[in-house]
């Protein structure tokens, strides 16, 4: 098992995420509101875009309607700079339109202030 520390509890507050290095692949480490923290690969499955010049937004309810958007999961979802396309943070980064389709993650521990990231 391959494991690095990849940044500190500190370097994130929740709802925020942050680009950083495992290896050899660029990765992006993202914290819930809850506190929680995910690493996936930061390259949008589309056509490559580094996700963390994107944002960590929630997703649209079924009452959105054109200009009056109403918001559910804030803090979960990370949407791609480029195409919009959004990933559920807390699920594996499934794709919200086609949720077949993921990026490929890491998995994550956090030892006293450690976010370590391993495969």
Known sequence: MTEQVVCKKSDLEPGQMIATIFGKQSVLVCRTLDG???AYLNQ?????????KGIICGAT???STPGDYHYCREGEIVRCPWHGR???I???GKLLATPNKKLPSFKVKVENEDIIVYK
């Open 44 to 52: 949008c499955t589309h056509q490559g875009a580094p996700l963390d």
């Open 90 to 92: 807390k699920n594996e």
């Open 36 to 38: 929680e923290f995910y």
């Open 86 to 88: 959004e990933f559920d």
């Open 61 to 63: 309810t079924d009452k």
